[in-house]
T-cell receptor, first 116, second 111 residues
Framework: DVKVTQSSRYLVKRTGEKVFLECVQD?????MFWYRQDPGLGLRLIYFSYDVKMKEKGDIPEGYSVSREKKERFSLILESASTNQTSMYLC???????????????FGQGTRLTVV | RKEVEQDPGPFNVPEGATVAFNCTYS??????FFWYRQDCRKEPKLLMS???SGNEDGRFTAQLNRASQYISLLIRDSKLSDSATYLCVVNIGEYGNKLVFGAGTILRVKS
């Protein structure tokens, strides 16, 4: 079974702190994603990566950065956490080159981040 | 305009009912399409891919209309266990697989 593991289920951080959310997948997937999910807004793509050291902005990258130094690990960084970044963060990975039809994304269980 | 838009729901239906969800997408270069299911407090999981010719998996039928940029999901003979949020997903990646999710439609099946 594919496994996507997020380092924490729950986090509480203070405004202004630098926050690292880690995600590891064990299936050698090329693609990895970070989403945040908020009530009524669904999953919104923050960043995704299609290869080591390659990254592309999603729809809401402001206030976030990412790092992909190794294929299996994709980190989301909040440089200076703010209260509006309180959310559920979901990491996902998928196999497949561009245009691959059946690119099922496998998700981690999520990190609920609260910024106080 | 959002890249992927869905019926807001919630849909409240009795067991045995047939229910249909719709989804529209804005990027005509979208490459592939999916429906995901998300249970309460769980992560999303793939329900089915959506092909141009339409495809069926048991009680579930998915349709794609590229000309209208429209995707649908039909659930027949609804079960209590079908209660969940259904997410329409579009792959608009050029260099990789950029998966964009709709906000989801809540389905509640009641006995």
């Amino acid at each position: 079974d594919v496994k996507v593991t997020q380092s924490s289920r729950y986090l509480v951080k203070r405004t202004g702190e630098k926050v690292f959310l880690e995600c590891v997948q064990d299936m050698d997937h090329e693609n990895m994603f970070w989403y945040r999910q908020d009530p009524g807004l669904g999953l919104r793509l923050i960043y995704f990566s299609y290869d080591v050291k390659m990254k592309e902005k999603g729809d809401i990258p402001e206030g976030y950065s990412v790092s992909r130094e190794k294929k299996e690990r994709f980190s989301l960084i909040l440089e200076s956490a703010s209260t509006n970044q309180t959310s559920m963060y979901l990491c996902a990975s998928s196999f497949g080159a561009p245009g691959t039809r059946d690119t099922e994304a496998f998700f981690g269980q999520g990190t609920r981040l609260t910024v106080v | 305009r959002k890249e992927v838009e869905q019926d807001p729901g919630p849909f409240n239906v009795p067991e045995g009912a047939t229910v249909a969800f719709n989804c529209t997408y804005s990027n005509s270069a979208s490459q592939s399409f999916f429906w995901y299911r998300q249970d309460c407090r769980k992560e999303p999981k793939l329900l089915m891919s959506v092909y141009s010719s339409g495809n069926e998996d048991g009680r579930f039928t998915a349709q794609l209309n590229r000309a209208s940029q429209y995707i649908s999901l039909l659930i027949r003979d609804s079960k209590l266990s079908d209660s969940a949020t259904y997410l329409c997903v579009v792959n608009i990646g050029e260099y990789g697989n950029k998966l964009v999710f709709g906000a989801g439609t809540i389905l509640r099946v009641k006995s």
